[in-house]
């Protein structure tokens, strides 16, 4: 089955800094790979999504990058805001149904004001 | 905030026990992803129902089943409950489209097995 290995665990950022998240993965059959932000003890709310046609994609602050032929994509935030401050995951997905998603462990983003 | 409700948001069973967990879909959505998603770490697919049959299925034991019913709706039943099962449970919506699917998270039911 696929594996989601995501890194940093943990990223600490001064407030107008950028922040870059990496994840890597393991089954060239997935064709989705979304981006989820979680705050604490709250639902994984969907940020960002790239699908394998397409190599990058942005959304204000918010960019995606996916590199097939290594099998990685990361997230880039930039101008980070403390509201940012959350637990983000990667997952990906073989062939395009979102909903059978395998996700990364997460990575806590702390943004200093 | 999304359309996905799920019942209850907190229960605390005790092992051995059985328990049944809820989810209302998005409105329009055909599709009922449930996960796990143990403290501390990312969440974990369970199966997936699509126009009421199991499509796909996670690495987990059979004592967790579940049903969709003809308006989407969902449940999660775990059979013989065990410490470890002790979680955050997530159930997703979504609309089956080639190539278009884009999964919507509810708030979750967070389980203690004691």
């Known amino acids: 089955g696929e594996n989601v290995e995501q890194h940093p665990s943990t990223l600490s950022v001064q407030e107008g800094d950028s922040a870059v998240i990496k994840c890597t993965y393991s089954d060239s059959a997935s064709n989705y790979f979304p981006w989820y932000k979680q705050e604490l003890g709250k639902r994984p709310q969907l940020i960002i999504d790239i699908r394998s046609n397409v190599g990058e994609k942005k959304d204000q602050r918010i960019a995606v990058t996916l590199n097939k032929t290594a099998k990685h994509f990361s997230l880039h935030i930039t101008e980070t805001q403390p509201e940012d401050s959350a637990v983000y995951f990667c997952?990906?997905?073989?062939?395009?149904?979102?909903?059978?998603?395998?996700f990364g462990d997460g990575t806590t983003l702390t943004v200093k004001p | 905030e999304t359309g996905v409700t799920q019942s209850p948001t907190h229960l605390i069973k005790t092992r051995g026990q059985q328990v049944t967990l809820r989810c209302s879909s998005q409105s329009g959505h055909n599709t009922v992803s449930w996960y796990q998603q143990a403290l501390g770490q990312g969440p974990q697919f369970i199966f997936q129902y699509y126009r009421e049959e199991e499509n796909g299925r996670g690495n987990f034991p059979p004592r967790f089943s579940g049903l969709q019913f003809p308006n989407y709706s969902s449940e999660l039943n775990v059979n013989a409950l065990e410490l470890d099962d002790s979680a955050l449970y997530l159930c997703?919506?979504?609309?089956?489209?080639?190539?278009?699917?884009?999964?919507?998270f509810g708030p979750g039911t967070r389980l203690l097995v004691l």
């Open positions: 997952a990906a997905s073989i062939g395009s149904n979102a909903g059978k998603s395998t």
């Open positions: 997703a919506s979504s609309f089956r489209l080639a190539g278009q699917e884009t999964q919507y």
